[in-house]
Every structure is written in C-alpha cells, then in structure tokens.
C-alpha cells in the first residue's frame, strides 16, 4: 500500500492533469382552383401531380369536387380569401415565445452597475438576482477569483441586452388536448399519435427534458389526426394503386377489403372512362388496423436511431418488416429516425427494457469520440496531512489504521489505471484532484476556488455531508455528481449519481432468484429482532416459509436445535434464509445446518437423509467474521446477493500490478470500473445525464451499472449479482 501512497501522494495534490416510400394526399378541388395553386398548397411540382392524375391534361380546367392525388404533405392551409395578417373568429392563432441565443459567442455588456455585498449573500444568489453566471461575475470582479465573497465587498456587475424573442406560431386548429391515462408513457403517446418525442417536447415546453416522467392526468396538447381524432382512429389515408389486366371489381374488394361503389365514388373517372381501365390509376382508402390500447400493458416501444434501416430492425427484433409494418403502418411511408415503434411485449434480444421503452445495448468501445475531453473533479479524503511519506512504517501503521484513507487510495489508484487505458484508446482526460480531508469546511473551500461548471463530472467525496455540499454546489451548472461508496444521506438532487446498490434492490434480485430456482424445496427463516423488515419481506414473497423463532437473551442469543430439526424435511431439499448481522447468531446457525447437512448417506435413497441450502438477502461484515467457518459455508452452497464479483487475472490486474506492484483490492477495482465507466460515457456524448437515459446496463472487471432516476432524488444503480460459496471458492451465478 505504501507505493500506492507514495505515487498518488506525489501525483494527486492540485493535478490538472434507405429508399423511402412516397405518401399521398386527396385534394377534393374546389371552385377556381388550379394545378398551380394546389401545388403550392403541397410544395410539388405541377408535373407530380398529372404523373398521378392521369385523367387531366396539362392546362384543363379543373372541375370543382374533383378528387384528386396529391404527393407529399400540406405544407400551405388551403385558402379561398387572400391571407390576413389579423386572425379571425374562425382561425385562432396561439404563439409561443422562445428565447434565442448564440451560445457560440460570449455576450457583451451594454453597461455596468454596483452592487455592495450585504452580509449572508452568496455568489449564486447574486448571479441570481442579476440573471448572470458566475463566470460573467467573475469576468468583471477577478477578485473573486483568488478570494471568497465577503461582506461590503463592491462589486462591478455587468448589464446585457434582453434577449431576442422568437416566435413560434401554430393554428390551434390543428392542435387538439390529450389526457395521460394509466400506464400510458411518452413512446407509446407519441406513436398513437405518429410523431417524435423531440416534436413532443416541442409541443408542451413544460414537459421535463431531463427526465422521461409522465403522470397520469397530464394535459399534453398534441397534433390532432388529420380526418379524425385519436379516440377514433379512422383515419383516411390513401393508397396510390395502378390497375392491372384484367382486374375487376371483385378482386379489388377481396384485395383490399373496400366496396365497389366506395372506389367509383373516391374516383369519378372510373365512370367518366367505362369501367376499370389497364393502367389507370385510383386511390384505395387505408384501412386502419385496429390494435386496442396502446400502453404498456400491450406494447413495448423503441425511438428509431439515425441510420438505421430495415435489415437492422428486423434482424434486431428478429421480425419480418411485413410484421413491424403490421404493428407500425406509417411504416409504409419510410422509416425515419425519432419514429416510436411499438413491438409486442414478449419481444426479446439483445437488448433491455426499462420503463416499456427498449434500450440498445450501445458498444461504448466503438462510439468513442476522441475529440472530446472530458473534465473531471476528484475529491476524496486521502488525508496526506496525517501521513509521513517519508517513513514507510508509520505511512503503512497510519493507512491500516484509518478505513477513508484505505478507500479513497484503493479508489483513486484504481481511477488512475481506468485514465491510462482511455488515454491508450486516444482519449484525452483533464484531471484535477483534491484531498478534501474529511472535513466540509475543506470541501467548501475547495468548492469555492473551482470553476465547477467548466467540468464533466465530480468524483466524489466519500462524507455524506462534503458529497452533499458538492452536489449542491455543482447542480447549479447541472454537473453530475458520482458518489463512489455507499452513501447514506438526506441527499435529494437529481444531479447525483449513487453508484452503491441500495439494499432493497439486492433483497429483491435475490428474492427474484430464488422464486424462478424455488420447485418444491422446503423455505424457513432465521431472522432476529434487527431484521424484522427482511423477514416480512420474504414471508411476503413465499408465505408457505416456516420462521424459525430466535431467542435473544440479554447474554445469549441463538436458536433451538431439536425444534429446527422437526421443521427440516428429508424428502424435499432445505432452502434456509439467515437474516442477521449478529456474527454469534450466524456463526451458531451456520454450525447447526451444517451438521444436519452432514447426516449419514441413505444408499436407498441415494442422497443424504436431510440437504441443506443457506441464504442470505443482506450479505453484511457478521458473515465475513473469522469464526464463521468458510468450510460450513460451502459445504450450505451459501447464496447472497452482492454490489460486486470476484475479480480474476484480466488485462486491468496485469496493468495495475505494473504500475504500482501490487495486487489490485476491491476498492482499486471498483474505482477503475467506476472511472472506466464514467470516462466512456463521457466519451460517447459528454454529458452523463444524458446518457444516462439510453444507455442500458454496463459491466466491466467486478462492477455493473445501469442508472435509473428516481425522480428528482437522483440517479441509482439498480445492478448486483447473485453468488455462491460452493467447494470453498466464490461463484457467480447470476
């Protein structure tokens, strides 16, 4: 551990180191209208048109409720008067105002005016009242940079113009309000309605980009269907068909289920020409699939990529285009990045689903940008004031002695490894690292001195209220924060990333586990006075378990032997929950079930008279306590769930062992897998948060990841492990 100190300590102090399908339209013409007016109507040319309207000429007139074929899309509202600049009774308007800046280039002032510090005023709350950045503040007071706010300080405040207004203008006619039911979420709205979340967003401003919720009840103002309305998805679209020999009446109907006397109606010149003609061209009316619901109880969704095409889709999804298009229709006029698909809820691949919405399962090797560099901000407590690097004994006494520094230097040297293997991968990291000391009047300090939104991310700290000032501090610029360790706190922002599995989520994978393994085995449950809320949670989940009952005396604490005997079955397999983090209570239990899984062997039987199975939802210290016998454990094939996994000679121990000679430990382990991590996403799009939304689980040397938020608390790991201790030696099962 000494020459992890050595180098970090000299290195980490203030280091800055396809074909698309073509869609139609039907113009029923009215009175004075011409080839040329309707064409601008639909920005075609008037040649497209008579190419699908072969029963006019060039220059005929055009008579009135003629239907005619139209390619492309309505880009001009139809209009028998000459347009108004005023809106009328019968054409509200509604406007929307969006703020435009060039945020390419600097802004200028156009005058300044002063401002004396009043006491218990901060820098953010004076950016605030003048709505400037800090980075504007500090342009003008370079005071600030070298010395912290103080009371009546003068300070020089710039003044800019208001920024230009521009406006975005939308007929409400064509605008319709929609009401979120249950289960409904944003994919499966806006492929009800054929539109892009982007457009989406668009449309209802209030709607949050920085996280994907959706509340039932929501008003949304969404694009009303043209011919309908989406409670009555009748909608009438038209197919483009040319007639071929010998076709007749009859085969149209089966073909394309429509009566006869609806296509002559839809095309007049079928009895202008005699009948069906060879070669003429008619409008077939779309027939709307009618499909139910569309929520999460019958659909799962996905956000077309850029790029991709129909060979990618079907062979992801492993369906024909046949079948998507049969799911999706609009399908039928090309596909288009931001279309939402829905696909049946059953569907599987090499993907993940979270919240109803398919996730990619992204190669973040091959999605590097190396023109980008990511800036990151490591706190943690190595405490070099309490260390004397120049006496290796007292360096090594004083490192075993204090648990945070044992962390933060297996973290940071495990960090340290993750940036040389970027920088292999032509990435280049900008570093710059603190010894925060524990203390959150050092942090603060640190804090105030830094351009914190100049960064990508902030490593650490390890405190819960140093990560809690951090977090605040650095939400201000909506920089995330990854919390490296467990962090237990009052902590409520959503710009923090929990990398720690909570322990409710390994009770349930590991409850999860064992009821897909669970067949017939007998369940029974050791749990003392502490666990209480673990054992109703597996009572919950298997109410047929028997509870063994514990007794805790004030000097003694254990379980009758004879009474869990006469509970254990010889005929079925023996699946025991251990919930406790007294070591006296497991190291007694693990003893009895081990002697009960050792009776003689029955030859009849072939197996021994009574087979036992060890679990545990809470893997704590108790279990790991020197006289808990290892042997026991595995000879109970013990289960756990568990934040991490064993880690076997890889590429990343050879590289660490290289650097600083020794064997990486769970700490060094997991801050490379959390830097590593960090600094690919970072590389595919610098922005944490927004990556965090489409990129599913990920997984490296003993640590997985997949961020989920939870409203605006933050961003928590839900990923972990199942593992077993079997012929003394720790597996990963799941």
């Known amino acids: 551990m000494f020459n992890q100190i050595y180098l970090i300590g000299s290195f980490c102090l203030l280091v800055s180191c396809t074909a698309m399908a073509q869609k139609f339209n039907t113009h029923q013409v009215k009175s004075g209208e011409t080839l040329e007016s309707i064409s601008k109507i639909y920005g075609v040319s008037t040649s497209s048109i008579l190419q699908y309207n072969k029963e006019i000429k060039e220059g005929q007139k055009l008579r009135s409720n003629t239907i005619l074929v139209v390619p492309g899309k309505k880009i001009v509202e139809q209009t028998s008067t000459p347009a108004s600049n005023t809106p009328t009774s019968s054409t509200v308007t509604t406007v929307n105002t969006r703020v435009v800046q060039d945020s390419a280039k600097a802004r200028e002032p156009i005058g300044y005016t002063e401002h004396r510090v009043k006491k218990k005023e901060t820098i953010f709350g004076i950016t605030q009242m003048y709505n400037i950045t800090e980075d504007e503040l500090k342009k003008y007071n370079p005071k600030l940079y070298a010395s912290p706010l103080q009371k009546k300080m003068d300070l020089r405040i710039p003044k800019y113009r ?137 659909y799962i969704f996905y956000e077309v990529k850029p790029k991709q095409n129909e060979f990618r889709l079907t062979r992801k999804f492993g369906m024909t285009w046949a079948e998507l298009v049969a799911l999706n229709p609009d399908l039928k006029d090309g596909l288009k990045a931001g279309m939402v698909l829905k696909l049946p809820k059953d569907k599987v691949g090499d993907f993940e689903v979270r919240n109803a919405l398919v996730l990619d399962k992204v190669n973040l090797l091959d999605s590097m940008n190396v023109g980008v560099t990511p800036k990151i901000l490591f706190l943690l407590p190595f405490r070099l004031d309490k260390v004397n690097l120049e006496n290796k004994e007292s360096s090594e006494k004083t490192i075993n002695a204090r648990r945070d520094m044992t962390v933060s230097l297996g973290l940071y040297s495990g960090a340290l490894v993750a940036i040389d ?113 673990e054992k109703e ?127 990486p430990d769970r700490y060094a382990v997991r801050g490379f897998d959390l830097t590593y991590d960090l600094l690919l996403k970072l590389a595919y799009n610098n922005s944490l948060i927004d990556v965090s939304r489409f990129i599913g689980e990920t997984e490296y040397n003993g640590n997985k990841f997949n961020y989920q938020r939870k409203g605006v608390a933050g961003y928590y790991n839900q990923s972990s492990y199942i593992m077993m201790i079997d012929d003394l030696r720790i597996k990963t099962i799941e």
């Open 162 to 298: 208001a920024p230009k207004v521009e406006e975005v203008v939308g007929n409400q006619d064509d605008l319709e309000k929609y009401i979120v039911a249950a289960k409904e979420t944003r994919w499966s709205i806006a492929h009800k309605y054929g539109i892009t979340i982007e457009r989406m967003l668009e449309l209802n401003p209030g709607l949050s980009t920085a996280n994907n919720y959706l509340s039932e009840g929501y008003e949304l103002l969404m694009p009303k269907i043209a011919g309908s309305t989406v409670k009555n998805q009748v909608t009438q679209l038209y197919t483009s068909y040319t007639v071929p020999a010998k076709m007749n009446f009859y085969r149209l109907e089966k073909e394309f289920g429509v009566k006869s006397d609806e296509i002559v109606r839809l095309n007049p010149e079928i009895t202008e020409r005699g009948g069906l003609k060879e070669g003429m061209v008619i409008r077939i009316p779309e027939q709307k699939i009618e499909t139910g619901e569309i929520n999460t109880d019958n």
């Open 421 to 533: 293997s970027m920088k292999s991968l032509g990435v280049s990291i900008d570093i710059k690292t603190f010894d925060n000391q524990l203390d959150l009047a050092k942090t603060k300090q640190i804090l105030q001195a830094e351009q914190l939104g100049n960064y990508s991310a902030v490593f650490g700290p390890l405190d819960a209220p140093s990560l809690k000032e951090t977090a605040v501090q650095a939400s201000k610029f909506n920089v995330p924060v990854l919390a490296p360790v467990n962090a237990k706190s009052d902590i409520s922002l959503d710009n923090v990333f929990f990398s720690y599995t909570e322990e409710e989520v390994l009770w349930k994978h590991m409850l999860d586990y064992v009821e897909a393994s669970h067949k017939d085995e007998t369940l029974l449950i050791i749990a003392d006075e502490d666990n209480k809320k």
């Open 537 to 663: 949670a597996i009572i919950k989940r298997f109410p047929t378990a028997k509870v063994v009952v514990v007794k805790e005396e004030e000097k003694n604490i254990g379980i009758n032997r004879d009474k869990l005997q006469t509970l254990l079955s010889d005929e079925v397999s023996n699946w025991v929950f251990v919930e406790s983090d007294n070591y006296k209570l497991i190291a007694s239990v693990v003893s009895i079930l081990n002697s009960f899984n050792n009776t003689a062997f029955d030859p009849v039987l072939g197996k021994n008279k009574v087979n036992v199975r060890m679990f545990t939802t809470d893997m704590n210290s108790a279990f790991e306590n020197d006289v808990i016998s290892n042997t026991h454990l595995s000879n109970l094939k013990f289960t756990y769930p568990s934040v991490n996994r064993q880690v076997a000679n890889n590429s990343f121990v050879e590289r660490y062992r290289k650097r600083f000679g020794d064997d």
